[in-house]
Nanobody
């Protein structure tokens, strides 16, 4: 079992940066791939980024590639999402998710555990 809690979301101007954190509890974190997804009202929850259990393999949605960076610190049971050059279309609730296995995935249904989300609002 893994419990996840996101933090770091806030209101920021376009072009600015934010770093989201996701603190995990549970002894399986270090063997779990992690992902970030986002959701805007009226749309489906969509993939943003994923990282494998070692932190050596990452994958991004095209919409954030080159602007966002996912990373993890297994000693702190935490995964991060560094977001730079933010755009108004990045406004969403951002969710952290954990898989039961170590390989990353862009598919929402591959994730077993989810946090409650943190709101990111980018003003133009």
């Amino acid at each position: 079992q893994v419990q996840l809690e996101e933090s770091g979301g806030e209101l920021v101007q376009a072009g600015g940066s934010l770093r989201l954190s996701c603190a995990a509890s549970g002894r399986t974190f270090t063997s779990s791939a992690m992902g970030w997804f986002r959701h805007t009202p009226g749309k489906e929850r969509v993939f943003v980024a994923t990282i494998n259990w070692t932190g050596l393999t990452t994958y991004y949605a095209d919409s954030v590639k080159g602007r966002f960076t996912i990373s993890r610190d297994n000693a702190k049971n935490t995964v991060y999402l560094q977001m730079n050059s933010l755009k108004p279309e990045d406004t969403a609730v951002y969710y952290c998710a954990a898989r039961k296995i170590g390989n990353g995935s862009s598919h929402l249904d591959d994730y077993a555990y989810w946090g409650q989300g943190t709101q990111v609002t980018v003003s133009s």
